[in-house]
């Protein structure tokens, strides 16, 4: 076939000149990710030591600290670490550092904020951080100044972000952080958020719900709020919230555990509530005893309530009723127990 058109040779050797092209770049991007890797899930660090012995372990390699390490709550969690850096590279990066609920000698890092293309040429402040909302289901809030360096007397802003902690991670919550544009300090951002965080949990009748809401982490690694979505029918975890017989089950997703709960009261008064974090294969079984409104109020009282508590045994809580049973017990062991105002006893099973 004659061809009006012959293409200059390089032409016929532009889909191997694309591939080198292409694995180049690869390489290049191989190369950066190996010389500045993602952090870990979680890190062996020593909170207690001081600070100048475990930040170089967070810190990238010529980064900018702008704010912390600052002790503040975060959903479930009673207390972590926030920090605030710029990177060598002009990144701009907010962090949280928590305990891990099986190892506290680690702590889980979360990303806030990844550095991104739109921080390079910025200038950025923190003006305030600080914790907004109900115990065990508190959002970070920060307030922060935009500004160019470049020219004299550029574009300023004056702007906040809020984080909220959800199950796996973290969920920026931007409607909140636009009503904190032009907000000066911390007492101010408040006074603005204070309606939105009046009504942020969910009335959910009984006084079961309100108790189990209130558990300490890591008995139950979810918010306050998480903890009271999943006790309203039609939620997706929701398996059964009987108030009148002090009981409940929320289903377990993503490999992430379920719950039941039974109430117990206490003869000396107050509530004594049995607690399961539930896998498909195993489970883990907490006896806690409290005594007032405060969370803080919460002890664990396992040994002194089941005789021969086991922590690895099945306890499988009573829908209704006092009497505990076990799964799966070894041959000749108790199985069958009866609260009876203090702690539990023993009794046949067949009584």
Excluded: C
């Amino acid at each position: 076939m004659n061809l009006l058109f012959r293409p200059p040779r390089w032409f016929a050797l532009r889909g191997t000149a694309l591939a080198l092209l292409g694995l180049a770049l690869w390489l290049a991007v191989a190369r950066a990710e190996a010389l500045e890797p993602d952090p870990p899930r979680s890190l062996s660090l020593d909170l207690a030591a001081p600070v100048s012995q475990w930040l170089p372990q967070v810190l990238p390699a010529g980064a900018r600290l702008l704010h912390g390490p600052q002790t503040l709550p975060f959903g479930a969690h009673a207390s972590g670490q926030f920090l605030a850096w710029r990177g060598a590279d002009g990144g701009y990066a907010l962090v949280y550092l928590t305990p891990e609920a099986d190892d506290p000698r680690r702590q889980r890092w979360l990303w806030l904020r990844e550095p991104r293309d739109a921080d390079f040429g910025m200038d950025v402040e923190v003006r305030a951080v600080l914790a907004v909302g109900p115990a065990l289901s508190r959002d970070i809030v920060v307030l922060e100044t935009f500004s160019r360096p470049a020219p004299a007397g550029g574009a300023r802003e004056d702007a906040g972000s809020v984080f909220r902690s959800v199950v796996g991670g973290v969920q920026p919550m931007p409607a909140l952080g636009e009503l904190l544009r032009d907000v000066p300090n911390a007492v101010a951002a408040r006074a603005v958020l204070a309606p939105a965080y009046s009504g942020l949990l969910p009335a959910v009748p009984g006084r079961l719900a309100k108790l189990f809401a209130s558990l300490p982490w890591p008995q139950v690694e979810l918010t306050a709020l998480e903890r009271l979505q999943r006790l309203l029918p039609g939620h997706p975890a929701f398996e059964t919230y009987d108030s009148a017989n002090g009981f409940l089950d929320i289903r377990g997703d993503a490999g992430l555990p379920g719950y039941q709960a039974a109430l117990f009261r206490h003869a000396d008064g107050g509530w004594m509530l049995a607690v399961q974090k539930r896998w498909p294969d195993t489970q883990r079984t907490w006896y806690m005893r409290q005594s007032g409104d405060d969370a803080a109020a919460w002890i664990d009282v396992s040994d002194s309530v089941m005789p021969g508590f086991d922590p690895d045994l099945d306890y499988l809580l009573p829908r209704r009723g006092v009497r505990v049973q076990a799964a799966g017990h070894a041959s000749g062991a108790p199985t069958h127990w009866v609260w009876e105002g203090r702690r539990f006893r023993t009794v046949a099973p067949d009584r």
